[in-house]
Each structure stands twice: as C-alpha cells, then as structure tokens.
C-alpha cells in the first residue's frame, strides 16, 4: 500500500506506511522533522514504534550530520538466513534435543565462548580496526572488561532480548535457519560512548534541541570522523558475529540430521545501522532504525514473531522510502507490560507448535506483544514482495 499518513508541521515531512502508531512515536518523529540536516524527509516504516534515541522503524537521510543515538546501541543489528536442502520430514518428531543441541554450541544472554571460536580470518579482518578505535579512545577499555577477549569470544554469539535462532519451513517444506543478532557487547559500548560524547561536544547547543537524544556529529567536527569509523567497524563485527554464528549452527546441525547441504544464503543484512547512500539528488548518511534496505530486487528478511510467519523479500527500490522496508512486525507493548500481561499459560498457547522454552523468561516476546505480521506486510506492498513464506518449528531466544 501507498503512504497512508504525512505529518508536515516539521522542517520536513515525514511519510508513515502505517495509521497504527502511537503518540509518543508521533511526536519523537515530530522531534526529528525538527533538526537542520535532514534531506527531503523521514520515511516510517509499518513496524514502527517508539524507541530510545530514535523511532523504531524510521529512515533518517542526513546532510553533513549524523546522530549516534538514532544509530542506537545495537549497532549492526540484523538478520541472516540459510537454506538448507532437506524437508520438513528430515527432521525429528520431537525438537527438543535438537534445541539443546544448538544452545550448547552458541552461548545465549551476555555469554561468550569459554575460547576463541571465530576463524582466524574473521578475527584478522577484525582485529586491526578495533586496535585503531581503542587507540583513539582509550575509555573504551573501562566500558568493558578485558576488552580483547571479549569482543573476540563473543563473535558467534547470540546475546538477550528480542535476538533469536529458528528452524523454519517454508511454503515448499523446506528447511531453513534464521537468526537475529548484532554487535553484542563491544557494539552497545561504542554507542554508548559516542552518543554521551556527542552530547558532551554540544555543550551548551545541547539545550536548543528538541530531545537530547538528538545530539549530533557535525561535518568537520573533532569526533566526526571516528564515530564513522567506528560505527562502520561495529557493523562489520555485527556481520561477521552472525556469519560465524550461522557456521557454528550448520556444524552442529550436521551432527543431529541427515547429510545435507546449503542451497542458498537469502541474506545477512542489517536493520540497525547508517550507510552512505543517493537519494533525491543528494549523497545523505541513511540511517535506519529498524528498518533493512529494500533496492530494487534486493533480497531482505521481515521476521515475525516467535509464534507468527517471516518473510524473505525482495525489494522493488520504492524512492520515497529511501528503498527501505519494515525489520519485522514492530512491538505493540512495552517489555514490562508484556511480562504483566502474559503468563506462562499465555506461552503455551501463543507459542503451539514451536518448539522453544515457554517459561517466564520469554513472556516479553511472545506474539501478542507484536503487531499483526500480516497487516505489516500489506502496507508495505509498495516497497518489497514476497519470495518465501515461512514459518518457524524451533525457537532460541537470547
């Protein structure tokens, strides 16, 4: 479907593929039209809902200006999925073996490897950007505990909330694996870092903004320039974290199942990042929320949630969504009102037919805490179409 609502009482408008959004979304994108830089206008994807920093769901193109906390903590943030050549009937009767199986090989929550898992290319590839960060910004030592083997032992891990590894089938039977995941702890330290040090450079600016989580980083400016750098190393650790998680996965599947092999890689692809892109006439920073590009026949994964469909996708290049979809279904309720709401009855019934924990641990993430995945996808049918429906028999939450 088109644009359903246009707020214009900013300095720009903002375009929303949604009426269902809440007023304290409204107004953060209000907070946002606000600010000098941004070019021709913010686009809002279907998922969208309130979030730290920025709103959930939106694309930000920026002139000569980028802000961390619209970027986020989760840095890199974002899918990969796998397709596998065996069916449905390849699988077990019971799942559960196969669950623990896999959750004895990717450490979940603020866990890491007890040793070093990744490959040596990865950590080669890794290893001299996050030296030049560190060099630069030494604080970042503080922000995290042996700072090296940290980062190093978490590649291929999953880490807490809303991350996930699934089984799922599609329309054909098909087996295929998804996860969720991002930066993990190193990422939430250099965003964390850089949006208290874009604010500390306001200094006294800092009080004419709409919101302080709108602290920027000028063109030129002292801290410009190795923000870029390092936010564009977190996104490469955020890919490599899922790429090795998703080797670590297959090898332990290969363990459990029949001989298979690997048909297609549909993706890895961030949701929570900024990327130098052109866009009505203009180079911009574009940074989406939770949102993942969607150009013209780019393939993109649209989870649900974790009793519900996913999607992988292939854009159509729409120019008023800066070639941009939803990341998935979009919250409809906060964590602690989920946990107040729902019991473990409620994940029990929400969750039939999946085969993942159901305890009090997960009540946040259960599908009545998430928008309707159908109605999401059909006000995005402007911006992606639909390759492969599927529909998940295992679940991992982080």
């Given at each position: 479907m088109p644009i359903k609502r246009i707020m214009t009482k900013g300095k720009v408008p903002v375009k929303i593929y949604t009426d269902d959004i809440e007023h304290e979304a409204m107004q953060q994108l209000y907070n946002l039209s606000q600010m000098p830089f941004v070019h021709s206008h913010i686009a809002v994807m279907p998922d969208v809902h309130l979030g730290k920093g920025a709103t959930v769901g939106s694309v930000i193109p920026t002139l000569g200006a980028i802000i961390p906390a619209a970027v986020g903590v989760d840095i890199g943030c974002g899918m990969n999925a796998l397709r596998l050549s065996i069916k449905a009937k390849d699988l077990p009767d019971n799942l559960r073996s196969l669950r623990l199986h896999i959750e004895s090989a990717i450490p979940v929550g603020f866990a890491m490897h007890k040793q070093d898992r990744a490959r040596e290319s990865t950590i080669r590839a890794l290893s001299g950007g996050m030296h030049a960060i560190l060099q630069k910004h030494p604080k970042l030592y503080a922000m995290q505990k042996k700072p090296y083997q940290t980062w190093i032992r978490q590649i291929g891990t999953l880490g807490g909330g809303n991350h996930f590894i699934e089984l799922c089938l599609d329309e054909n039977q098909d087996v295929w694996v998804m996860l969720h995941s991002g930066s993990r702890g190193?990422?939430?330290?250099?965003?964390?870092?850089?949006?208290?040090?874009?604010?500390?450079?306001?200094?006294?600016?800092?009080?004419?903004?709409?919101?302080?989580?709108?602290?920027?980083?000028?063109?030129?400016?002292?801290?410009?320039?190795?923000?870029?750098?390092?936010?564009?190393?977190?996104?490469?650790?955020?890919?490599?974290?899922?790429?090795?998680?998703?080797?670590?996965?297959?090898?332990?599947?290969?363990?459990?199942?029949?001989?298979?092999?690997?048909?297609?890689?549909?993706?890895?692809?961030?949701?929570?990042?900024?990327?130098?892109?052109?866009?009505?006439?203009?180079?911009?920073?574009?940074?989406?929320?939770?949102?993942?590009?969607?150009?013209?026949?780019?393939?993109?994964?649209?989870?649900?949630?974790?009793?519900?469909?996913?999607?992988?996708?292939?854009?159509?290049?729409?120019?008023?969504?800066?070639?941009?979809?939803?990341?998935?279904?979009?919250?409809?309720?906060?964590?602690?009102?989920?946990?107040?709401?729902?019991?473990?009855?409620?994940?029990?019934?929400?969750?039939?037919?999946?085969?993942?924990?159901?305890?009090?641990?997960?009540?946040?993430?259960?599908?009545?805490?998430?928008?309707?995945?159908?109605?999401?996808?059909?006000?995005?049918?402007?911006?992606?179409?639909?390759?492969?429906?599927?529909?998940?028999?295992?679940?991992?939450?982080?």
């Open positions: 190193i990422g939430n330290s250099i965003g964390e870092y850089f949006i208290a040090l874009a604010r500390k450079d306001m200094g006294r600016h800092l009080h004419h903004l709409p919101d302080k989580d709108l602290a920027y980083f000028s063109e030129g400016a002292e801290h410009y320039d190795d923000y870029l750098q390092a936010v564009a190393w977190a996104q490469d650790y955020a890919e490599a974290n899922r790429r090795e998680m998703m080797y670590l996965i297959v090898e332990a599947l290969r363990k459990k199942l029949p001989k298979f092999g690997i048909t297609k890689e549909a993706v890895n692809c961030h949701h929570n990042y900024v990327t130098r892109e052109r866009h009505f006439d203009a180079w911009v920073w574009v940074t989406r929320k939770g949102a993942i590009r969607a150009g013209e026949g780019e393939l993109g994964i649209i989870p649900g949630s974790m009793g519900d469909k996913s999607y992988i996708v292939r854009g159509k290049g729409n120019v008023q969504s800066f070639c941009s979809c939803s990341h998935g279904a979009g919250r409809r309720m906060s964590r602690n009102a989920a946990k107040q709401q729902f019991s473990e009855r409620h994940a029990e019934e929400q969750t039939a037919g999946v085969e993942c924990r159901k305890d009090k641990g997960i009540l946040d993430e259960l599908p009545g805490a998430y928008k309707d995945i159908d109605t999401v996808m059909a006000n995005q049918s402007d911006l992606v179409e639909v390759v492969h429906t599927l529909k998940q028999v295992l679940c991992i939450k982080g």
